[in-house]
């Protein structure tokens, strides 16, 4: 069974920085695609970041520039660094395990997510 247990959410000023830290549980996270999603109050869970083994990544627009992911496969972990915070950025930010090694996959595993909230 996979567990991914998340850390790092928080409040911050707008324009200030977190990171977010997903660690997995299981062989799988070293052979399968990672990502980050959020879901804000009233909407839909949304795509922010995604990472392959080899470490090619896909981000959202909204987030580009900004957000850095990255996976350290010693340590079965992936993070999120994210910069120039901005109200928008406020949801609950949740860890994903893809059932291939690719984040156009289906999600195999959700993580318990992490609130994040940028004040103004």
């Known amino acids: 069974q996979v567990q991914l247990m998340e850390s790092g959410g928080g409040l911050v000023q707008a324009g200030g920085s977190l990171r977010l830290s997903c660690a997995a549980s299981g062989s799988i996270f070293s052979i399968n695609a990672m990502g980050w999603y959020r879901q804000a109050p009233g909407e839909q869970r949304e795509l922010v970041a995604g990472i392959t083994t080899g470490g090619t990544t896909n981000y959202a627009s909204s987030v580009k520039g900004r957000f850095t992911i990255s996976r350290d496969s010693a340590k079965n972990t992936v993070y999120l660094q994210m910069n120039s915070l901005q109200p928008e950025d406020t949801a609950v930010y949740y860890c994903?395990?893809?059932?291939?090694?690719?984040?156009?996959?289906?999600?195999?595993?959700w993580g318990q997510g992490t609130q994040v909230t940028v004040s103004s």
């Open positions: 994903a395990l893809y059932s291939r090694n690719s984040y156009y996959s289906k999600v195999e595993y």
